[in-house]
Nanobody, 124 residues
Framework: QVQLVESGGGLVQAGGSLRLSCAAS????????MGWYRQAPGKQRELVAT???????KYADSVKGRFTIARDIAENTVYLQMNSLNPEDTAVYYC??????????????????WGQGTLVTVSS
């Protein structure tokens, strides 16, 4: 069983900062990529940032220069530092991972898994 557990959401005023964390646990052999998506009310889920192979990062245009994604490879954890938040950043933020899990039979399986989501609310 592999799972992602997120933390760090909350309420913040415009211009403030928050840091989200997401820890992967379970029978993990390796992680290809981890990232953050968000879904605002009435909108589709969108990519915020992703980190591939521990070092290649990609960001949505709307967050470039304000958000930073980083990964602790040893701890299977990804972080999203969010600065200069504005009300448009209000959404449920979901952690995502593309990984290889070890199966009970000793084999491996590629999985894409999601966290439960954490709410970020930015007040004006």
């Amino acid at each position: 069983q592999v799972q992602l557990v997120e933390s760090g959401g909350g309420l913040v005023q415009a211009g403030g900062s928050l840091r989200l964390s997401c820890a992967a646990s379970g029978s993990i052999f390796s992680i290809n990529a981890m990232g953050w998506y968000r879904q605002a009310p009435g909108k589709q889920r969108e990519l915020v940032a992703t980190i591939i192979n521990g070092s290649i990062t990609k960001y949505a245009d709307s967050v470039k220069g304000r958000f930073t994604i980083a990964r602790d490879i040893a701890e299977n954890t990804v972080y999203l530092q969010m600065n200069s938040l504005n009300p448009e950043d209000t959404a449920v933020y979901y952690c995502n991972a593309d990984l290889w899990a070890t199966m009970p039979d000793g084999g491996y399986r590629n999985l894409e898994i999601w966290g439960q989501g954490t709410l970020v609310t930015v007040s004006s």
